[in-house]
């Protein structure tokens, strides 16, 4: 190729808008040179002078970040399980490697998967399903992006620098020192992660734990949904306490997974269990009982251990047959505090007496306890196989477990500011044995 057709194709008006396209459609169909046409065109920058560097780089860049940010929209809306090319073996081991890391580490975990072309696709999808906020997201893939811009048209500027007099030479030699160093990083990363895989199976890392996404609005009128989004952190703090990776997901699609933990929330909607829908709820969300009793019906024909918390122990019941009170009459025993439920952050405390010989009894090594509650409905009728494991002074049920089946579900809140540090740990730590038996069993 003669360094006049160089030149010309350099000044081209259509260059930098088929940079974009091409970069684009990288990000979503992975098989797209992206790469390659950013380093080819930072190597052209420098033989012939056009296009300007700094424009191939935020071409690059700018394309890059709306070719991420619409992936993590499609995990959003569609998650990764629908469509077809989602379930090949490439995708799915890349968005298990994405699910495991996402929760612990978004900023890492996007930068390094900007470099690889599965990666990324399976970062930016995961993202979207599991939850991770847009605003934080798009700040995180927009410096990922830049990186990424500036690298690839580095690599081709670079190379052109070196053979100043040979522009055509230079393209080429670009094209594949891009081509080589994408290989390489590819493969030191996988090399990394047979080390993880390998530190995982010796009892370094965590069994992974899944956790259903609270899906309502924290905005919202009723001051109590901001609560449970707010202590939904609390929950996954104590079960990593107990040596357990959490993964926040939005699917019911277990795979790979040791357990179930589901954390509190709005009401269950009575009509799935034949109660009262004119009795006072509040935030019955369709999606979220949709994603909550999936996910247990996926974990229960797993054999997975599942720990339910106030909500959770609701979804139990109700998923094995159960019914609930839609709304407890003032008695005894307050189980809200206040009148406008949790709003003010605040718990109401009561004993509750354990029963002797369950798991909850054996970590907290005590018949009676207190604890920190904030619910107004509760099981009216107990779900098959369960056996209630705690009850209140008022003969409210406080706590279960299955007969056969690796669940236990309290209805308090062990992560209640306040609550004595071996009682918040005591429902975790007898999750955590079910889940390590439960790898015993499997091996």
């Not at 994408?182 to 993880?196: E, F, N, Q, S």
């Not at 159960?322 to 718990?347: F, I, M, N, S, Y």
């Not at 002797?356 to 098959?384: C, K, N, W, Y």
């Amino acid at each position: 190729m003669s360094a006049e057709l160089l030149a010309g194709l350099g000044h081209s008006g259509w260059l930098l808008p088929a940079l974009f396209a091409l970069v684009l459609l990288d990000a979503l169909l992975v098989v797209v040179p992206g790469e390659v046409a950013v380093s080819a065109l930072g190597a052209l920058s420098v033989s012939v002078g056009a296009p300007p560097l700094a424009a191939v780089i935020a071409v690059a860049s700018a394309a890059a970040l709306t070719g991420d940010a619409l992936c993590f929209l499609v995990g959003r809306r569609v998650g990764v399980e629908r469509w077809p090319w989602m379930r090949t073996d490439s995708v799915r081991r890349a968005v298990a490697w994405a699910r495991g890391r996402l929760d612990r580490s978004t900023a890492a975990v996007v930068f390094t998967a900007r470099f690889v072309p599965f990666a990324r696709l399976a970062v930016n999808l995961t993202a979207g399903a599991t939850g991770v906020g847009a605003v934080r997201y798009l700040s995180v893939a927009a410096g990922a992006a830049t990186a990424w811009g500036v690298y690839q048209a580095v690599v081709g500027a670079a190379v052109a620098a070196l053979l100043p007099n040979a522009p055509a030479l230079a393209v080429v030699v670009s094209v594949v020192v891009a081509l080589a160093l994408g290989v390489v990083v590819d493969r030191t990363l996988a090399a990394r992660a047979r080390v993880t895989g390998a530190r995982r199976q010796n009892g370094v890392m965590t069994s992974r734990i899944a956790m259903p996404a609270r899906l309502s609005d924290a905005d919202g009128a009723d001051a109590r949904v901001g609560l449970a989004n707010a202590i939904f952190d609390d929950v996954a703090a104590l079960v990593r306490a107990e040596g357990l990776d959490v993964v926040v997901v939005r699917d019911t699609d277990l795979s790979g997974f040791d357990g179930l933990v589901l954390p509190g929330g709005g009401d269950v909607d009575p009509a799935r269990y034949g109660g009262d829908s004119s009795a006072p709820c509040y935030d019955v969300n369709a999606a979220q009982d949709e994603l909550d009793l999936g996910i247990l019906a996926a974990a229960i024909e797993r054999g997975l251990p599942v720990l339910g918390v106030c909500r959770g122990l609701q979804v139990v019941n109700v998923a094995l047959g159960g019914t609930l009170v839609e709304d407890l009459a003032p008695g005894a025993v307050r189980h809200t505090p206040g009148t406008d439920g949790c709003g003010e952050l605040e718990w109401t405390w009561h004993p509750v007496a354990v029963a002797a010989g369950s798991r909850l009894r054996d970590e907290v090594d005590a018949d009676e306890i207190p604890v920190a509650s904030g619910h107004h409905q509760a099981i009216r009728a107990l779900g098959t196989g369960l056996v209630a494991t705690a009850v209140a002074p008022d003969g409210v049920v406080e706590a279960v477990e299955h007969e056969s089946l690796p669940i236990i579900a309290v209805q308090w809140h062990p992560e209640a500011e306040g609550t004595p540090a071996d009682l918040a740990a005591a429902p975790f730590a007898a999750f955590a044995s079910l889940v390590r038996a439960g790898r015993l069993a499997a091996r």
